[in-house]
């Protein structure tokens, strides 16, 4: 009975409860849960990518002959050193990489870029002419030098700055 009235050891379960609490919160916040789905998507796409790469890149490459760079290698004092498995390796990387670059990256910009806005925004803050810090537009302080700043008439306030 008296192993049992710890005052630590009967506050356990409250904070074991506070723990679990905390691991929920953390699990749930956006940015886990973007990582989990990033994750997952970035792996179900590599096997996209690789089998593109395998079936079609791959033997566009056939067609100039027969090449094996796996079976180049060299030894010194009974350690074989596998060049060509490095260099099929790397070779792979590229082509993936080139894969990637043209039929992702490309047209993802293109999308992008058709959807940019092609008027520039409003800007909202100015340079102050003491410190050259950037402060609000309606600012009447810098609030780096606390310098006074004049107010801007309506008219410069609506003048994108270039």
């Not at 806005?117 to 537009?137: I, W």
């Amino acid at each position: 009975m008296s192993r049992w009235s710890n005052l630590p050891v009967q506050e356990v379960g409250h904070r074991a409860r506070g723990t679990l609490n905390d691991f929920q919160k953390f699990i749930l916040r956006g940015n886990v849960v973007d990582l989990a789905v990033g994750i997952v998507i970035g792996a179900a796409f590599t096997t996209v990518v690789t089998a593109f790469v395998a079936d079609i890149i791959t033997p566009l490459i056939g067609i100039f002959g027969n090449i094996d760079l796996s079976r180049y290698a060299f030894t010194v004092h009974h350690s074989t050193f596998l060049v060509g498995t490095f260099l099929n390796a790397v070779i792979s990387f590229i082509i993936v990489a080139l894969v990637i670059f043209f039929f992702v990256v490309k047209p993802i910009n293109v999308l992008t870029a058709l959807h940019k806005s092609k008027t520039p925004d409003a800007p909202n803050t100015r340079d102050c002419p003491y410190c050259l810090s950037s402060v609000p537009l309606r600012a009447t302080r810098c609030a780096y030098c606390t310098s006074p700043l004049q107010p801007l008439d309506p008219q410069q306030q609506q003048a994108p700055r270039v």
